[in-house]
């Protein structure tokens, strides 16, 4: 799985501290709903310590935990393209700290500096594929008349 922090390591030369240099500490007590499905995308996270529960709006239904995040990972991917909206809601499951990135200004940041724009959206294009494939079982799991079964196929 990639990981947040393999996100950071695999960026050019200077383009990691370009981009660490616009990062704030953040702190989300337990419970904490970080964001909502379907609001603006403006910034987000990578975990420093603690859990995040990612989830999913199922009409008539408690919303499903699609994935459960941890130190090193990405939260939030929604930021990147438009129309900016989160497609999955979040909460701190534990207390996190966290590292946090405003959106509009890491954009800037990577139309200024291509070779870092590319190689952080190509990074960013593999977590959502992740991530999809982790909702994808997670909903079958939930919902499926007999579950995710075999997801060898999947790989």
């Known amino acids: 799985m990639i990981s947040a922090t393999d996100i ?3 960026l050019p030369p200077g383009g990691r501290d370009r981009l660490l240099d616009l990062a704030g500490q953040t702190v989300f007590p337990a419970g904490t709903r970080i964001f909502e499905e379907g609001h603006r995308a403006d910034r987000f996270w990578i975990i420093q310590t603690g859990s995040v529960h ?3 709006h199922v009409p008539g239904r408690q919303a ?6 941890g130190p090193g990972d990405l ?6 393209f438009p129309p900016y909206s989160w497609h999955l809601g979040a909460e701190a499951a534990t207390e996190v700290r966290a590292l946090e990135f405003d959106a509009m200004a890491v954009r800037a940041l990577c139309a200024e500096d291509p070779e870092l724009g590319q190689a952080l959206v190509s990074r960013v294009a593999e977590v959502i594929g992740q991530r999809l494939r982790a909702t994808r079982v997670r909903l079958l799991d939930l919902y499926g008349p007999y ?5 060898h196929h999947l790989r």
């Open 147 to 151: 579950g995710s079964g075999n997801t």
């Open 8 to 10: 950071l390591n695999v």
């Open 64 to 69: 499903a935990v699609v994935e459960s995040l």
């Open 54 to 56: 990612l989830d999913l």
């Open 75 to 80: 939260v939030g991917w929604s930021w990147l």
